[in-house]
């Protein structure tokens, strides 16, 4: 039975739907795994000591540095945008200070469930690299800003990204002052000169930089240890190796990922206000939105591609430029998906994606199952460790050409994907339709989720 309020409120169906939203959330579900697979396919250590390791043929070296410049973060950056315009759908009967109670109820339960299911994702999916419990706690905090101007979410917003700026000010200089400072107290040893207590603090800081890279690290050698007892076991000692990783690397870094979503959700309702998410701006505009968001962006986020390439400790730009230059790069993926939805040709091309959209919640657990279960686990195929970037794309565009084939066979029959269908029967407490209504009786999807 429904509870006492929230029976009136019901998912979004039918012409009610957004499509730039669904196309929106299903090409950054599909993005999203470029950037899943080499940490589900590839051995840990080898990500930490850096991309050539993997594999740099010139198909390799193409891949990755595509995937780093044009997807890497901005497919979660236009998730979270999402999400804030997910709350402003969702929502809309609460925008007065006195709206229905029932609507934050029914916010703050979705999001309480979407914890849960990102909990099952860490510890029965074991896929470390989970977004929906970071994605829900983030959330949780949201509901009372969505009466804010646009403008004061939008300063909001960017506070994450000044503080990341800042704080990649100061590594930078004092990176910039120990590369600077290498030459002259290479030169006073080689003339037999005595160091000052400052050049030896920097000759001991430069040389352990050095040594990080010559014999790994004590961190990868943990990490290398908890992979091969990960892959050399059974099912038990492989998961015990992913829950691990979860333990040790990522949660330490929650409260910065929590930052991250929650300020970039703050934006995307800024946008929603603006109408620009929903396409409710002109074609020049999106142009020109486009245009001022990439080409800063992806300049900014090529050359700190760049610079990761170095074979020696040097300063990186991308301390300072990473979070404005993602930022402005997932806009610019906004901006783009609306212009090419304002063309036939655009529709019909995007098209496919509105079901993928629709199906999302599921897609992203099939992804993980495919490829932590089935192509990478110890009792797989054989294939961990073992593909290059360009193979592991290769094994992900196959992975995701079957999910939006089987998205759109779907969804002729059924309403929902299976983990919609559960999500939301959980949050409005009364069990959902789950098989396609009749013509005319709408499709029952909601719009938001």
Known sequence: MALEGVAQLAPVQGGARIDVLDILRGLAILGIFFMNIPFEGQTAVTMLLGPQIIGW??????SWTFVEVVLEGTQRGVLEILFGCGLMVLAARAMRPDGPVAVADLYWRR???????????????????????????AALFLFPFRLLGPRVLLALGSLFALGMAVTGASTYAERAALVAAVPVIEQKLAAHQPLTQDEQAKRKDWQTLLARRATDGEEVKKVREMEKQGHGGGFLAYAAMNIGFYVEFMLPEL??????????MLIGIALWKWRVVQGGRSTRFYAILMLCCYVPGMLARGIGAQEMLSPVPIVHTAWITEEPARILASIGHVALVNLIVRSGVGQAVL???????????????????IAIYILFAPWGPGLFGKLGWSGLYGVALAVLAFEVVLANLWLRTFAMGPMEWAWRSLAYVQRQPFRRPRPGAGDGVLAAA
């Open 57 to 62: 043929t010139p198909l390799d070296r193409w």
């Open 111 to 137: 999001n309480l469930w979407l914890l849960g299911f990102g909990l099952l994702d860490i510890f029965v999916f074991l896929w470390t690299g989970d977004i929906l419990h970071i994605y829900a706690l």
């Open 255 to 264: 409260g910065l990922a929590i930052a991250e979503a929650f300020c970039m």
């Open 351 to 369: 098209a496919p994606f509105k079901a993928v959209g629709r199906t999302a919640f599921s897609l992203y657990f099939l992804q993980q199952f």
